[in-house]
């Protein structure tokens, strides 16, 4: 049999490459060093914004730089490979078509784990790069889940939190993310999705209650069960 062997493609940005590789360690039923999923980190930090690029339509460049990290990894023996940035979930299926080894898909795992746990009324807390690629919406949809993306004000803030506070460095506004919190429960819906890296980065900072959901978190624990490994439940 084929020692699995995870390859993350990360690096968009480099904190949330390291809090993911964290949830997988924390999320390994292992009581060693070598009961623990053999995993391969490449952070490239030079990869173009992907809410810019795609916002713009100028994606190639984008793509291409993707699709050379995927090869890269495989080529290295990983068997499957996890991109913790959502915003690139855009070009997975493009990029799958171009590879023998599988992509894990956060976005439509989240929508799976957000249908079994009963809930039919998400909110997606994105980059605006996410939010206009319908990337979520159409995910949800699959599961007949009716996903709420925030109005024009509140996805201002949610933007702001990501690009303003946590991708320079600070731990993020409590006070803005109550107003976003505020906001998705009264449109109703019984649970928000993290659905940006940055946003699980906060997550990490602040304690946010089981109305959230991390879709990096959904992520980290369907590498491990993927590749054969048990998850630690404490």
Do not use: W
Not at 158 to 183: H, L, P, T, W
Not at 187 to 202: P, Q
């Amino acid at each position: 049999m084929t020692e699995q062997k995870l390859g993350i493609l990360g690096g968009m940005g480099p904190q949330a490459t390291q809090v993911f590789y964290q949830y997988v360690l924390d999320r390994t039923e292992a009581s060693c060093d070598q009961e623990h999923l053999p995993t391969l980190i490449l952070s490239d930090t030079k990869m173009p914004d992907r809410t810019a690029a795609i916002l713009s339509g100028h994606t190639q460049a984008l793509y291409e730089r993707l699709l050379r990290d995927a090869k890269l990894l495989e080529d290295c023996g990983c068997t499957a490979i996890a991109i913790p940035c959502n915003t690139s979930h855009y070009f997975v299926d493009k990029l799958q078509g171009e590879l023998h080894t599988p992509i894990l898909h956060m976005i439509r795992e989240t929508a799976a784990a957000i249908y079994a746990q009963g809930r039919r009324r998400p909110a997606i807390l994105a980059t605006d790069g996410t939010i206009q690629s319908g990337l979520y919406q159409a995910a949800c949809a699959q599961y007949g889940l009716e996903a709420v993306a925030p109005d024009a004000a509140i996805q201002a803030l949610v933007m702001s939190i990501i690009y303003d506070e946590i991708k320079q460095g600070e731990r993020g506004s409590r006070e803005k993310f109550a107003a976003i919190d505020k906001a998705m429960r009264q449109a109703g819906c019984d649970c928000a999705i993290l659905a940006c890296t940055e946003l699980s980065v906060f997550r990490t900072y602040h304690n946010l209650p089981p109305f959230y959901v991390d879709a990096m978190e959904v992520l980290a624990e369907t590498a491990v069960t993927r590749c054969g490994y048990q998850l630690r439940t404490i």
